[in-house]
């Protein structure tokens, strides 16, 4: 975080929480006594049973989670993020075929050896990207989170449970790598390029 955003009486806390519903789009009954201030900040709104965030805290948001221009650590995360993008690559592909089998036809789930093969893949790659938030996260620290992230989705996809792997109402595998190459976007203020992951 930048030093010069304004915090607005806001705490660590706080701006974790911002941080979170600028990731998820949305929290769903939230009960959290922090909704208040962030509400009262103009950062947040409820709809209906949702919080959502407003355009200023969208703003406020990127400023808080740009790195410093031209430091080291917006150096060190540029590096990870050129890393990130070779893996993305696989990762859009692992998840076309864990849902799709050769030939187009849906995958069913019921070929054991074709979802471990896919699975093991998934192993492979993920041991990869942990390097890779490891480094972000030395630089800065709310990056070094998806480590732990995409290790709890990876686990129970090896322990079957399919709809960890790329399911959008979880914090599946996809759902966290969607939610890293976000954060890295944001971290260096780079807009996301259309089609990306």
Not at 110 to 131: H, I, K, N
Not at 135 to 153: C, K, N, Q
Not at 176 to 191: P, Y
Request: hydrophobic share 40%; with cysteine.
């Amino acid at each position: 975080m930048q030093a010069d955003v304004p915090r607005r009486g806001l705490t660590d806390a706080d701006w974790e929480l911002i941080h979170e519903l600028r990731m998820r789009g949305m929290i769903e009954n939230p009960g959290d006594e922090r909704v208040e201030i962030l509400v009262s900040s103009g950062f947040a709104t409820i709809r209906t049973t949702r919080l959502v965030i407003t355009p200023e805290g969208r703003a406020a948001h990127r400023d808080w989670a740009r790195c410093e221009p031209g430091s080291e650590a917006e150096e060190r995360v540029q590096r990870a993020f050129e890393r990130f993008l070779a893996l993305n690559v696989e990762l859009l592909q692992l998840c076309s075929d864990w849902q799709v089998k050769r030939g187009g036809t849906a995958n069913d789930h019921t070929d054991a050896a074709y979802d471990w093969s896919v699975v093991q893949r998934l192993t492979a790659l993920d041991e990869r990207a942990g390097a890779v938030a490891r480094h972000s996260g030395a630089a800065v620290p709310r990056l070094a989170l998806y480590r732990s992230r995409l290790r709890a989705a990876r686990e129970l996809v090896e322990q079957g449970e399919h709809e960890w792997f790329t399911s959008p109402r979880i914090d599946s595998y996809h759902t966290v790598w969607m939610h890293w190459h976000e954060d890295l976007l944001l971290t260096l203020g780079r807009e996301r390029d259309t089609g990306a992951t």
